[in-house]
């Protein structure tokens, strides 16, 4: 026998409690009577009773209520009984920790009932198994090694807490087979459905996927969000965002903007069953600061609701732009007001770049030979490593778009139409932005601290200027060459670097987190990484001489997800491996304890 | 809070009211009772001649007709000894409806009333085997005098009915009417007490009282019971079945009073602290005790 809340074993110490009390204090029972010779005669005739039944007759109230103790502490720690398995296995509990597991109302989340039902599970079916604990969030971690001790790896599975970060269960299924000992099978506690995964076909059998529940009938998303500054002179930030209602219900929500912690604006939003709505908010003059953009919905997730995003004030860039003319480029780089833009003709460029100490060099329509030596766009370049101009194509058929990368993420490229192009050669190190069915018209990356991207065809070459999309690209692009993106701003599980100016001569910094908790965080030659970021949530590094700010967001695309069950998953035997139902008794002894109380009250007030 | 009803309506209404004189005079044979009292009696009723009875009272037209010997009966009027005995041991001061407190308004009723008819009341309070005596006459101007020390008066003591009746009869040497209020709950019986004082040229009235918590003891979670005067302990666990034969048997006991009185020729009334104080009156009346003037 085991129990699921063994802590409620110590409501036992009542019994002492209960034995004292009735020892000590139950001579001071006494009632007062105008005379005792009646009684007396009644005590005489209760002497000739069975005076052994009449002393237990006296004692049977406290005696049941030392039975009432020991059947409530039971009910209360829920005993499990089971029968002992036929063979042992090696057993592998993943537990989802991903932001959707936080599902549902406080105490009761997705991740909740997942660890209550890994531990039923733990001491029913796979009581004599041994068995280990894998979270899965935005890393796989093994919570405990192959045990048998039950108390422990309840204690792991109590451990796991969930994360705003997304989960590759994939990865953590593959982590559980990659294992030495590899586990006869894998049990995954999680809210999604299970996706195709990469497993060969007889391990993919021996998962078990045990849903958690839907995803939150009731929930209101922030499914994107961006800052960036409009085209007027002020140069003002706009925040951009997606809100998804992911519901049946029609929805009434405040949209509520911080300034630093202080209400900045407030809109009413309507949303008709899923609709999704792009909402666009100016900042005004705020160039630096925290901006909390909170949706103030009583839905099932509240995780995200909420999006996080520090202005600082703005690196200047400057770039020159090699060409002989692209006003569409010129006009749109000129829009930025943290952009130097220097221009030059292809035939003297090199001078201009050894004179002037350029941060990106854009090198458009340029026939001459390039040398990469600093951050740089090559646009429809002919000479160069990258671009294969044996392989020009007229009207290539675009198959893909690379969304996830920061410089198309949020854009729509579905419309566009290229006229010419060449096929690029993608490096190892490099991302293809856009696939042709013929290759890659254009990649990016970064190597060696440079970063690059090269495009195969001209602009002028395609309708991409005159797209909306246009403009944000290049405003991407801007902020991927500033780096921004790994300065202040990170998705939950992602590792926040950070380095220290200036001479720091301790070796260590503490981080504050969003609950106030306190991390000490190891300095290696001015650099910070802190991979703690599990939580959505202001961060701030605190190192006596600076004080940094960094936020962390959830990534807001797993919670869009609808690859989710549409019903528990029973898991499925196995040929080998003895499964057991655990016996929850502990309805039958809330049964037997409400029975002792009735019995008690009869023979106070009924006897 | 004072203990006693001293409301004027009461008073005046009391004022209605008058005992009625050797109503319920014993019937024993050989008694020297004193039928009527005085001159001027006023005729009530007749009984079976007894020998001591004085022959003067004896109806010879009904001996010519029926061959058996009456003596007729007179009520007392004016100037009639009312003698007022009151139990103030602990076993009174008892109840959620406190006993004692009734059983001051029951003293002050009829004090009242013998006062307001020109009675020689005396009041007395027992417990132990002492008594505290006050002589009250017919003087009206003494009653507020009296009423203050009945609210002065405070439980003391244990019960003993018998040698406090005895020391009374010793002591006072009353005749005329009189009324003992007590829950004559004594272990060591009252039958001795009360015997004399049915032999006495008294005509006695016992009121029993009683408290709910007497009659109706209710189910509690207690171990012992203890007697509120000797501080006795009895080991004992209040059930329903318990409490069930308690009220049998002290009902029995009850009946077992009031069948001794009735043998006595002791007029019995049992009264409850649940029932009002003013329909006590009542009560008089209908035992034929009190009239309406």
Known sequence: MNFIHPEFLYLLFIIPILIAFNLFYKGKRTLPVTTLFIWEKLHEERKSENITFNRLRKDIPFLLQILFVILSTIVLSQP????????TDKVVFIIDSSISMNSGIEGNQHIDRAKERAIQLLLGDHKSNHVMVIKAASDTEIVHHYSLDTNQLIDAIRSISSTDTITSLDQAITTAFSLKEIPSRVVVFTSKLPGKTSLPSNETNTVTWVSMGNIPENNIIISNFDIRQDFS????????LRITNDSDLKQYFKLKVFYEDELYEVRDVVMTPHESKALMISMGQIREGLVRIKIDANDDLVADNEVFILLEPEKRLSILLVTS????????????????IDLCESSNYDEKINTGNYDVVIYDNVDKEINVFTDSILICAKENEYTDTQKGIVSPKLLD???SHKSLNGLDLSNLLIDKSYIVNVPEWGETLIESEHGALMFCGERDNKKLLVSGYDLMQSNFPLEIAFPLFISRVVRWFKGYEHKNWITAGETYHYTIPGTFTRDSVTVIMPDGELHVNSVKNNLVAFTDTMKAGVYRIDGDTFQKRFVVN????????K???SKNIIPQKKPGISETTPMALWFLFAILSL???VVEWYFYVRA | MSDLITDAALFERLKQFSFVPGRHVSSSHGNLKKLSRGTGGEFSDYRNYGIGDEIKYIDWNIYARSNKLFSKVFHEEGNMDVHLLLDVSKSMDF???NKLRYAKNIMMILAYIGITNNHNVQFSAFADKSFMTMPLGHNIDIFGHFLESLEDLHPQGITQLNQSILSYLHEQKPSGLLFIVSDFLDEEGYEHGLTHLAHSPLHVCCLQLLCEEENDPKISYTDNLQDIESNRLINFNLTRSTCQKYMKVFKQHIEQFKTFCLLQNILYLNLSTTIPVDQFIINLVQQGICKRK
Do not use: C
């Open chain 1, 554 to 561: 959830f990534q807001t695309g797993d919670i869009a997800d």
């Open chain 1, 401 to 403: 778009f690379n969304y």
């Open chain 1, 563 to 565: 690859n989710v069950f």
């Open chain 1, 595 to 597: 029975g002792a109380l």
């Open chain 1, 233 to 240: 002179i002020n140069r003002n930030y706009q925040t951009f």
């Open chain 1, 80 to 87: 499990v009984f089971f029968k002992i398995n036929r063979k």
């Open chain 1, 325 to 340: 003319g692209n006003s569409f480029l010129e006009n749109v780089l000129n829009l930025h007001e943290s952009v130097d």
């Open chain 2, 95 to 97: 109840g959620k409806k």
